[in-house]
């Protein structure tokens, strides 16, 4: 995808956007804007995908839009999880951590006790 | 639920398309704004943070080309844009299109066709109420062949098995002169006996059908009419009342209406009762057809074994029983059993035409893909995904497939009508044969395949690859990797489907060769035939029956334009009923054998040229009182009397004859004839003559044929005579030489739709020729201009371009060979005197495909080949 720091697996962006949504629900911007928070200004969430991600999701049936009130008394579009969504969370941070501990897992080979001769 | 929120924003997607844009729109405007905000809040001045959170939003058209696709929502419109832009393209390149569209409107036209005939005749099922059924009911000889039933045998079948709820028996239908008020009108009338109509299962439309009173015996005689007899000669009358036709003699009421669709026994018109008078109540008098409903439960199989039963016991109790079993059969396969395999070869053959289109479609798709790949590497360059452009290349070949889906409806239609023209009456249920909903979709479904068949391949090849290298060899004009095997393989594919076509086709016409040149015993050419029937009450008593035919025949042969005339009955055509059962000789036992009867005057002979071999022609004392005599040929002199002198020996016709053991006396021997049909082929045959046996005349009606100058004024002057003598005498006056034709109707219909087929092959095979050799010649212009230029001959040239196409042709040649030898055997009884592996056939088709090839590759090779180098060179 190449896209964000690091360049975001593909899927990846869809947790997040999910994770994000499961607090509470939440516009385009705020989103971005919530990512970028969290992960200390190491994510930085391209907007060319982060909109058509939220289609994607749409579609799926995870997440619903409606439009509301934001903040600043301006009419804005919120989205937020459908109960598809939150089970789909779940699985997905699931299957997130295995992998990424097992990730872990490799890259941290050697850092252990080391071995003779090494 | 999770189903329902995604259907929803779908389906906002798609119809609110432009609402989702604006929606998408404004959120955008919010994201910026506030981005804005931020960046103001952190002290940047508002123009500049504007600025830095659109640079940070990136390309906003792209994101919501993207978005746009992720809804889903952009196929109906990318459809439409696609099909659009696909049009255009078709409409630049009109020869490619209109050849293209041709080829395969051919292709699905000629599989509509046939699949449209195969579904109506072999497929639906009878229009009768549990048309499974429904059997028709034969008698077998002791030679295995199968016979029209004898009154009286069917009527004790149908008292004594168990297995039919209903047996009937049906004259088959006879062209009849009907008054209705003072105009006299042909019908085709049939008598049938009780439950008749019960059997069938078939209600009246209006009126009612013949019942039980009209059936006892000297009833007075009403009439229940076909639907189309009903609305055209009868003027569609609402109320039945008062509505007669007449026989000429007494006023028949019509009494009831049958729907369109029955059709039984096939074209019957009038339906009047068989039980009121039973004509002929002899055994061996084989006249009526039987039609039978089965009980529950018994099929074909046990209801034969059931009545051979029945009718065994008949043989032990009538030693006039000369047929030995009963043949039960399906009525639709009885129907349908002669066409079957013709009309399931004519849809292979049209199936195999439509891959031979398919493969040239291809081929064509390809030539101008290459043509395009330039474009197709520059749009990939711009962004074009392969998807996109896979779709693209599909919605042009859906657009091209659509179109030639419609025309091939038209082709279809017009290859019933000519396939209807050609057979007429020949094929059973023909006259149901139409386009329908079914066979548009057949049609469409068939379009369609073809389109992905023709279309997939080539534009996966030409999408294949990265941009780059299509950029590259497309703007050099290089061929797509592996483009040349594939196109090979089609023409491989392409010239071996064609070659089974023509030898399919050469094997037929070889044999459609091989029966006009069989010995047929007689001279049919210039002969004129007149079927007739007398008409009823005309002709009082079979001597006045006898004297009215001999006034006929002298009329005729008085007639400056007519040289001979005769009267019989049984035209040696295929479909006469003429089996006259085994004779006894010099008094003594039966033959085994079944013999041919038919009934004759001395210009029978003359007219029809049957040499007389030896002894004489019935003469003038051969009267109804003085001994009777029978002319035999040369067969049955040889069966009765091997080696001995047959004039003048005796013998007992049995069977048919009104008189069965009155002896007849040989009095010559003429040439054996043959039918060209096999089943009617080779029996011995006696003859008896027309003045001692008018009963039959009077009975079947017969044949007046005449020989003169010219067909043309021989049919004129037979018609008149008629005319003249008999204005209300039914008559139907061909030439022999079209009945004869009419008679192989089948096997010329396969021969010549087999032929058309292969003939469309051919034209496409060399279609796809010319165009594999255009291609090939325009991608190595520059090689053929540099090979010019370093001294190479034209001629040369010319040759290395052919040959590599003739060897492709070649190789297809060689599998099509070994196809048509495997599938030749298919083709089983259609062929008559050739063997499915003619070599004669077999060469022929594929010297013709090589030539046509050949000459297809030349024409662009040598052009070609003659181009000055200095051009080439220059414009490279």
Request: with cysteine.
């Given at each position: 995808m190449g896209e964000g720091v690091g360049g975001l697996l593909q899927g990846t962006l869809d947790l997040l956007v999910l994770r994000v949504l499961s607090i509470e629900p939440m516009h385009g911007w705020g989103i971005g804007e919530r990512i970028a928070q969290r992960s200390h200004e190491v994510l930085q969430v391209n907007q060319g995908s982060l909109y058509p991600a939220l289609q994607r999701l749409r579609r799926q049936g995870w997440i619903r839009a409606e439009w509301r009130r934001s903040e600043h008394n301006r009419r804005a579009r919120y989205y937020s999880l459908t109960p598809a969504g939150e089970r789909r969370l779940e699985a997905e941070m699931g299957a997130w951590r295995r992998s990424s501990r097992a990730v872990d897992q490799v890259l941290g080979w050697g850092e252990g006790p080391r071995e003779v001769g090494a | 639920m999770r189903a329902w929120w995604a259907v929803r924003a779908w389906l906002e997607a798609l119809i609110f398309r432009r609402r989702e844009d604006e929606a998408l729109d404004e959120e955008v405007a919010f994201h910026l704004e506030m981005e804005t905000r931020k960046l103001m809040a952190r002290g940047m001045d508002p123009a500049e943070a504007r600025r830095r959170a659109r640079i940070r939003f990136g390309g906003e058209d792209r994101m919501k080309e993207r978005a746009r696709e992720a809804r889903g929502s952009e196929w109906l419109p990318d459809l439409v844009r696609d099909l659009r832009l696909g049009g255009r393209f078709l409409r630049r390149t009109p020869a490619f299109t209109l050849t293209t569209f041709l080829t395969l409107a051919l292709g699905i036209g000629a599989t509509t066709a046939m699949f449209t005939l195969v579904d109506t005749v072999l497929i639906r099922p009878l229009p009768y109420a549990e048309s499974h059924q429904l059997v028709d009911v034969r008698e077998v000889g002791e030679d295995g062949s199968a016979l029209l039933a004898s009154y009286a045998n069917f009527s004790d079948w149908r008292a004594r098995?168990?297995?039919?709820?209903g047996l009937a028996a049906v004259v088959p239908p006879r062209p009849a002169t009907l008054l209705v008020g003072a105009t006299g009108v042909r019908a085709s009338l049939t008598q049938v006996s009780a439950d008749f109509f019960d059997v069938a299962g078939v209600r009246p439309l209006a009126g009612r059908v013949l019942d039980a009173g009209d059936h006892a015996s000297g009833a007075p005689v009403v009439a229940v009419v076909s639907h189309a007899f009903w609305s055209g000669p009868l003027g569609a009358p609402t109320d039945l009342d008062g509505v007669v036709v007449s026989d000429g003699r007494t006023p028949v009421p019509v009494v009831g209406v049958m729907p369109p669709s029955f059709d039984l026994p096939q074209g019957a018109e009038v339906w009047i009762s068989l039980d009121r008078e039973v004509p002929w109540n002899v055994r061996g008098n084989h006249v009526v057809e039987v039609v039978g409903r089965m009980v529950a439960g018994a099929d074909p199989a046990s209801a034969s074994t059931d009545l051979t039963r029945v009718h065994e016991g008949l043989g032990a109790t009538y030693p006039d029983v000369e047929t030995v079993a009963v043949r039960v059969e399906g009525l639709k396969s009885r129907l349908v059993s002669s066409t079957a395999r013709p009309l399931a070869l004519l849809l292979a053959a049209s199936g195999v035409l439509l891959l031979v289109a398919c493969a040239n479609a291809g081929g064509a798709f390809l030539a101008r893909g290459v043509a395009r790949r330039a474009e197709l590497a520059v749009r990939t360059s711009l962004g074009a995904g392969r998807g996109r452009l896979l779709r693209q290349l599909t919605a042009e070949t859906a657009l091209l497939g659509g179109a030639a889906a419609v025309g091939g409806l038209v082709v279809a239609r017009g290859i019933l009508a000519a396939v209807r023209g050609l057979v007429g009456a020949g094929v059973p249920r023909l006259a149901e044969v139409g386009l329908d909903l079914r066979v548009a979709l057949v049609g469409a479904g068939v379009g369609l395949a073809t389109g992905l068949v023709f279309g997939m391949a080539p534009a996966l090849r030409l999408t294949a690859g990265e941009g780059a290298t299509l950029l590259r060899t497309g703007a050099r004009g290089g061929d797509a990797p592996g483009m040349r095997r594939l196109w090979r393989g089609l023409l491989v594919a392409e010239v071996a489907l064609s070659l089974v076509l023509l030898a399919g086709a050469g094997l037929l016409a070889r044999s459609m060769g091989a029966i006009a040149d069989r010995e047929l015993g007689y001279r049919p050419e210039g002969v004129v035939t007149a079927r007739f029937h007398l008409p009823q009450g005309r002709y009082e008593g079979y001597e006045a029956v006898a004297a009215g035919l001999e006034r006929f025949v002298a009329e005729l042969e008085a007639d400056p334009r007519i040289d001979d005339a005769g009267v019989g009955l049984m035209l040696p055509v295929a479909g006469g009923g003429d089996i006259a059962g085994p004779v006894g000789r010099d008094g003594g036992e039966r033959t085994e054998a079944l013999l041919s009867y038919r009934v004759a005057d001395p210009g029978w002979f003359e007219t029809l040229e049957i040499p007389l071999v030896a002894g004489r022609l019935f003469g003038p004392d051969d009267g109804s009182e003085g001994d009777h005599v029978a002319v035999v040929d040369e067969s049955m002199a040889r069966l009765l009397w091997p080696g001995q002198d047959p004039v003048g020996r005796r013998f007992e016709p049995g069977g048919m004859d009104p008189w069965p053991d009155r002896s007849l006396t040989v009095v010559g021997v003429v040439g054996d004839v043959r039918s060209w049909d096999e089943e009617w082929g080779g029996r011995p045959t006696y003859y008896v003559s027309s003045r001692q046996r008018p009963a039959f005349l009077s009975f079947f009606g017969g044949e007046l044929v005449v020989r003169g100058r010219s067909p043309g004024a021989a049919a004129g002057a037979l018609r008149e005579t008629i005319r003249r003598l008999d204005p209300a005498m039914p008559v139907t006056v061909r030439t022999l030489d079209e009945r004869l034709a009419r008679s192989v109707g089948q096997r010329r219909l396969a021969a010549t739709v087999f032929g058309a087929f292969a003939g469309l092959a051919l034209l496409l095979a060399s279609v796809g020729i010319y165009g594999l050799v255009s291609w090939t010649a325009g991608r190595r212009r520059r090689e053929m201009g540099v090979r010019v230029a370093l001294g190479a001959s034209p001629r040369a040239v010319r040759v290395g371009l052919q040959g590599e196409v003739l060897g492709a042709v070649a190789a297809g040649a060689t599998l099509g060979l070994l196809l048509a030898l495997v599938l030749g055997r298919a083709l089983g009884s259609l062929l008559f005197g050739v063997g499915a592996a003619d070599p004669v056939a077999l060469a022929g088709a594929a010297a013709c495909l090589v030539g046509a090839a050949w000459a297809a590759s030349w024409l662009p090779a040598r052009k070609s080949a003659s181009t000055d180098p200095a051009t080439v060179l220059r414009l490279e």
């Amino acid at each position: 995808m190449g896209e964000g720091v690091g360049g975001l697996l593909q899927g990846t962006l869809d947790l997040l956007v999910l994770r994000v949504l499961s607090i509470e629900p939440m516009h385009g911007w705020g989103i971005g804007e919530r990512i970028a928070q969290r992960s200390h200004e190491v994510l930085q969430v391209n907007q060319g995908s982060l909109y058509p991600a939220l289609q994607r999701l749409r579609r799926q049936g995870w997440i619903r839009a409606e439009w509301r009130r934001s903040e600043h008394n301006r009419r804005a579009r919120y989205y937020s999880l459908t109960p598809a969504g939150e089970r789909r969370l779940e699985a997905e941070m699931g299957a997130w951590r295995r992998s990424s501990r097992a990730v872990d897992q490799v890259l941290g080979w050697g850092e252990g006790p080391r071995e003779v001769g090494a | 639920m999770r189903a329902w929120w995604a259907v929803r924003a779908w389906l906002e997607a798609l119809i609110f398309r432009r609402r989702e844009d604006e929606a998408l729109d404004e959120e955008v405007a919010f994201h910026l704004e506030m981005e804005t905000r931020k960046l103001m809040a952190r002290g940047m001045d508002p123009a500049e943070a504007r600025r830095r959170a659109r640079i940070r939003f990136g390309g906003e058209d792209r994101m919501k080309e993207r978005a746009r696709e992720a809804r889903g929502s952009e196929w109906l419109p990318d459809l439409v844009r696609d099909l659009r832009l696909g049009g255009r393209f078709l409409r630049r390149t009109p020869a490619f299109t209109l050849t293209t569209f041709l080829t395969l409107a051919l292709g699905i036209g000629a599989t509509t066709a046939m699949f449209t005939l195969v579904d109506t005749v072999l497929i639906r099922p009878l229009p009768y109420a549990e048309s499974h059924q429904l059997v028709d009911v034969r008698e077998v000889g002791e030679d295995g062949s199968a016979l029209l039933a004898s009154y009286a045998n069917f009527s004790d079948w149908r008292a004594r098995s168990g297995s039919f709820s209903g047996l009937a028996a049906v004259v088959p239908p006879r062209p009849a002169t009907l008054l209705v008020g003072a105009t006299g009108v042909r019908a085709s009338l049939t008598q049938v006996s009780a439950d008749f109509f019960d059997v069938a299962g078939v209600r009246p439309l209006a009126g009612r059908v013949l019942d039980a009173g009209d059936h006892a015996s000297g009833a007075p005689v009403v009439a229940v009419v076909s639907h189309a007899f009903w609305s055209g000669p009868l003027g569609a009358p609402t109320d039945l009342d008062g509505v007669v036709v007449s026989d000429g003699r007494t006023p028949v009421p019509v009494v009831g209406v049958m729907p369109p669709s029955f059709d039984l026994p096939q074209g019957a018109e009038v339906w009047i009762s068989l039980d009121r008078e039973v004509p002929w109540n002899v055994r061996g008098n084989h006249v009526v057809e039987v039609v039978g409903r089965m009980v529950a439960g018994a099929d074909p199989a046990s209801a034969s074994t059931d009545l051979t039963r029945v009718h065994e016991g008949l043989g032990a109790t009538y030693p006039d029983v000369e047929t030995v079993a009963v043949r039960v059969e399906g009525l639709k396969s009885r129907l349908v059993s002669s066409t079957a395999r013709p009309l399931a070869l004519l849809l292979a053959a049209s199936g195999v035409l439509l891959l031979v289109a398919c493969a040239n479609a291809g081929g064509a798709f390809l030539a101008r893909g290459v043509a395009r790949r330039a474009e197709l590497a520059v749009r990939t360059s711009l962004g074009a995904g392969r998807g996109r452009l896979l779709r693209q290349l599909t919605a042009e070949t859906a657009l091209l497939g659509g179109a030639a889906a419609v025309g091939g409806l038209v082709v279809a239609r017009g290859i019933l009508a000519a396939v209807r023209g050609l057979v007429g009456a020949g094929v059973p249920r023909l006259a149901e044969v139409g386009l329908d909903l079914r066979v548009a979709l057949v049609g469409a479904g068939v379009g369609l395949a073809t389109g992905l068949v023709f279309g997939m391949a080539p534009a996966l090849r030409l999408t294949a690859g990265e941009g780059a290298t299509l950029l590259r060899t497309g703007a050099r004009g290089g061929d797509a990797p592996g483009m040349r095997r594939l196109w090979r393989g089609l023409l491989v594919a392409e010239v071996a489907l064609s070659l089974v076509l023509l030898a399919g086709a050469g094997l037929l016409a070889r044999s459609m060769g091989a029966i006009a040149d069989r010995e047929l015993g007689y001279r049919p050419e210039g002969v004129v035939t007149a079927r007739f029937h007398l008409p009823q009450g005309r002709y009082e008593g079979y001597e006045a029956v006898a004297a009215g035919l001999e006034r006929f025949v002298a009329e005729l042969e008085a007639d400056p334009r007519i040289d001979d005339a005769g009267v019989g009955l049984m035209l040696p055509v295929a479909g006469g009923g003429d089996i006259a059962g085994p004779v006894g000789r010099d008094g003594g036992e039966r033959t085994e054998a079944l013999l041919s009867y038919r009934v004759a005057d001395p210009g029978w002979f003359e007219t029809l040229e049957i040499p007389l071999v030896a002894g004489r022609l019935f003469g003038p004392d051969d009267g109804s009182e003085g001994d009777h005599v029978a002319v035999v040929d040369e067969s049955m002199a040889r069966l009765l009397w091997p080696g001995q002198d047959p004039v003048g020996r005796r013998f007992e016709p049995g069977g048919m004859d009104p008189w069965p053991d009155r002896s007849l006396t040989v009095v010559g021997v003429v040439g054996d004839v043959r039918s060209w049909d096999e089943e009617w082929g080779g029996r011995p045959t006696y003859y008896v003559s027309s003045r001692q046996r008018p009963a039959f005349l009077s009975f079947f009606g017969g044949e007046l044929v005449v020989r003169g100058r010219s067909p043309g004024a021989a049919a004129g002057a037979l018609r008149e005579t008629i005319r003249r003598l008999d204005p209300a005498m039914p008559v139907t006056v061909r030439t022999l030489d079209e009945r004869l034709a009419r008679s192989v109707g089948q096997r010329r219909l396969a021969a010549t739709v087999f032929g058309a087929f292969a003939g469309l092959a051919l034209l496409l095979a060399s279609v796809g020729i010319y165009g594999l050799v255009s291609w090939t010649a325009g991608r190595r212009r520059r090689e053929m201009g540099v090979r010019v230029a370093l001294g190479a001959s034209p001629r040369a040239v010319r040759v290395g371009l052919q040959g590599e196409v003739l060897g492709a042709v070649a190789a297809g040649a060689t599998l099509g060979l070994l196809l048509a030898l495997v599938l030749g055997r298919a083709l089983g009884s259609l062929l008559f005197g050739v063997g499915a592996a003619d070599p004669v056939a077999l060469a022929g088709a594929a010297a013709c495909l090589v030539g046509a090839a050949w000459a297809a590759s030349w024409l662009p090779a040598r052009k070609s080949a003659s181009t000055d180098p200095a051009t080439v060179l220059r414009l490279e």
